[in-house]
């Protein structure tokens, strides 16, 4: 079994739509959660990082930590073309020397005009 | 402000070379990492370096190699190239404990 699950899609939603991304994990000692957005042959973006179950919201974005359930999720309102991307979710636990970040395989979106 | 740079952006190399890639960490940024990301893949973690030493390691054989200078730019050398070695090499760094990594583009490596 994987540490860090993730629906790999792909998802297409039309524009302006809610886009719901999750991902599930196992292991109890991943403190730090992260999502990033990877375009095309380029590097991960970081877009959301918390530390803490419960939402933190950025704009369009809602980052959603439910840790009693090993579970998080992103949200994207009013979902643009430019948000068509490969979403990762990354977790890693807490302390100096032990920061390696476990990613899930990716989300591919796409946004239909 | 420069973000994490990475080079070469592409290389091609055949089976058994060894090959060097580089990094260098965004302005104010301490802590190097290395990911491999084969196609379709998230990435994997290779190793951390933080103040020239490699602090942590993930399950990659000692044919991938590193190295971080003064200025805390670093290295990445895989010796003995395979094919499955094939990938997208990412750098990121961060300015610090708990705070996310920023990563660079990548570089792809390919080996034939």
């Known amino acids: 079994q994987k540490e860090v699950e993730q629906d790999p899609g792909p998802l297409s939603v039309p524009e302006g739509a809610i886009v719901s991304l999750n991902c599930t994990y196992s292991?109890?000692?991943?403190?730090?959660f992260m999502w990033y957005r990877q375009y095309s042959r380029k590097g991960p973006e970081l877009l959301m990082y918390?530390?803490?179950?419960g939402n933190k919201e950025d704009g369009r974005f809602t980052a959603q930590v439910d840790k009693s359930s090993k579970y998080i999720s992103l949200f994207i309102r009013d979902s643009q073309p430019s948000d068509s991307a490969t979403y990762l979710c990354a977790m890693s636990p807490f302390g100096f020397g032990n920061e390696k970040l476990t990613f899930g395989t990716g989300t591919r979106l796409t946004i239909i005009p | 402000d420069a973000g994490v740079t990475q080079s070469p952006t592409h290389l091609i190399k055949t089976r058994g070379q060894q090959v060097t890639l580089r990094c260098s960490p965004k302005?104010?940024?301490?802590?190097v990492s290395w990911y491999q990301q084969a196609l379709g893949q998230g990435p994997q973690f290779i190793f951390q370096?933080?103040?020239?030493?490699?602090?942590q390691r993930g399950n990659f054989p000692d044919r991938f190699s590193g190295h971080q200078f003064p200025n805390y730019s670093s290295e990445l050398n895989v010796n003995a190239l395979l094919l499955g070695d094939s990938a997208l090499y990412l750098c990121?760094?961060?300015?610090?404990?708990?705070?996310?990594?920023?990563f660079g583009s990548g570089t792809r490596l390919t080996v034939v």
């Open positions: 302005s104010g940024h301490d802590t």
């Open positions: 918390t530390y803490s179950s």
């Open positions: 370096y933080y103040e020239e030493e490699e602090r």
């Open positions: 990121a760094s961060r300015p610090g404990v708990g705070y996310g990594y920023t």
């Open positions: 292991n109890s000692a991943f403190q730090y």
